[in-house]
């Protein structure tokens, strides 16, 4: 499927950095022994499964929660440490591999800072996951980061991170046992991601900041196939002025990871257009072979199926 002008590029493919990762706490301190054998490699491993599915390019991101729970005045310094790693390993393998930033949320306007050392070295933005530290990302501290942003022209990609406990005991605690994944991809993910992003458009962040580039997961995290209903019933009488529905398809993208459905995959063309729709994996908590295999038959024309593949990464990442 890929050819030279048009490398197959995954934008959600995760790894661990030792030193952070070390940090997290209680259930989110490691992954099955394949997925975390997967995770702590940067060459070897990682390439021959992209070779094997036909997979170019990866940007590389750290998995959930990433920097985010980190608080106290090493926050700025260790997620300086994790990044700079990142960046020699997309050195080291510079036609197989580009980077999302770590940010210090904690520290808003580090992380701002940070954000801008990074793409500076030539990172393509920078993954968040959930809420920060208990507090959602629409909250005003956290301003700076997607000011950078738009000023440098580089998405955020907002990925999914575990619920609050308290969301958790209360919604998903019947049936983590029978179901672990009832709180991670099988729905909780969803439902925290989906709601950050609706409360940064709530927020009034994309008139802030009109040219603001967001990506979601997972086709959207439901929200292309809820936009009617969103857009319409935020507007009924007793509402601020917003047009959901622009905002959405003016400032979001969204990516295929984990989620290798045509329905769903046709739902987000017909509400958002192709050109905002880029392939993803997922991996290492998805296998590479079934996008890709899936990506070889999905309804569309060559010329679609090219830029979900690749081109809308090259144009969006500036690659
Ligand atoms: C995780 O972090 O545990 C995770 C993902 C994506 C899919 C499944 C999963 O980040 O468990
Ligand atoms: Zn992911």
Known sequence: MSTKTNPVIAIEEHYWDAELSALFMGVESTRDAEIMRRLTDLGELRIKEMDEAG?????????????????????????????DRLHA???????????????????????????????QLGFKGAMLHGLANGVFL?????????????????PIYLHPALPMQAVTDAYYADYIKDFPMVVRPAW???????????????????????????????????????????????????????????????????????????????????EMGVDRILFAVDWPFVAN?????????VPLCAEDRAKILGGNAKKLLKM
């Open 55 to 83: 997979v170019d390019v990866q940007v590389i991101s750290h998995g959930a929660p990433s920097a985010q729970k980190l608080t106290g005045p090493d926050a700025v310094a260790l997620t300086r440490r994790v990044n």
């Open 138 to 154: 629409d909250d005003k501290r956290f301003r700076p980061i997607f000011a950078r942003a738009e000023a440098l022209d580089v």
């Open 188 to 270: 909780g993910f969803t439902v925290e991601t989906a709601t950050v992003a609706i409360r940064l458009i709530l927020s009034g962040l994309f008139a802030e900041h009109p040219k603001l580039k967001i990506v979601l997961g997972h086709l959207g995290e439901t929200l292309p196939f809820l936009l009617w209903r969103i857009d319409q019933a935020l507007k009924r009488p007793g509402a601020k002025a917003m047009s959901f529905r622009d905002v959405f398809t003016s400032n979001f993208y969204v990516t295929t990871s984990g989620f290798f459905s045509d329905p769903a995959l046709l739902c987000c063309v017909m």
């Open 289 to 297: 072979k079934p996008a890709t295999e899936w990506m070889g038959r």
């Open 89 to 119: 390993a997309t050195l080291a393998h510079p036609a197989r591999f580009a980077a999302f930033a770590a940010l210090p949320t904690d520290n808003p306007q580090a992380a701002a800072d940070e954000l801008e050392r990074t793409v």
